[in-house]
């Protein structure tokens, strides 16, 4: 079964060493490991600037609306 989870924006939840094949390096990681934590798209921050072990993806094509096209089963 292939699972994912998302939060209530609808964006893909990750954790830190997730990669997918929409991986972008970020500008910021000096030696961009391909993984959710040196990619461009994600999250790992909640509002207040601490830490989360679980990030957000912000790429669109791995949001809730394009996945259930795919028929992703979906855990909230
Ligand atoms: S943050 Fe999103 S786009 Fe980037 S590697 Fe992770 S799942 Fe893929």
């Not at 830490?51 to 809730?64: A, D, K, P, R, T």
């Amino acid at each position: 079964m292939n699972s994912k989870r998302f939060n209530e924006k609808g964006q893909l939840i990750v954790g830190e060493n997730f990669c997918c094949e929409h991986w972008e390096p970020d500008d910021g990681a000096l030696v961009p490991m391909k993984e959710c934590w040196c990619c461009k798209w994600a999250s790992f921050k909640t509002d207040s600037n601490d830490h989360m072990s679980e990030g957000v993806c912000g790429y669109v094509g791995n949001g809730i609306d394009a996945v259930q096209e795919d028929g992703v089963t979906v855990i909230s």
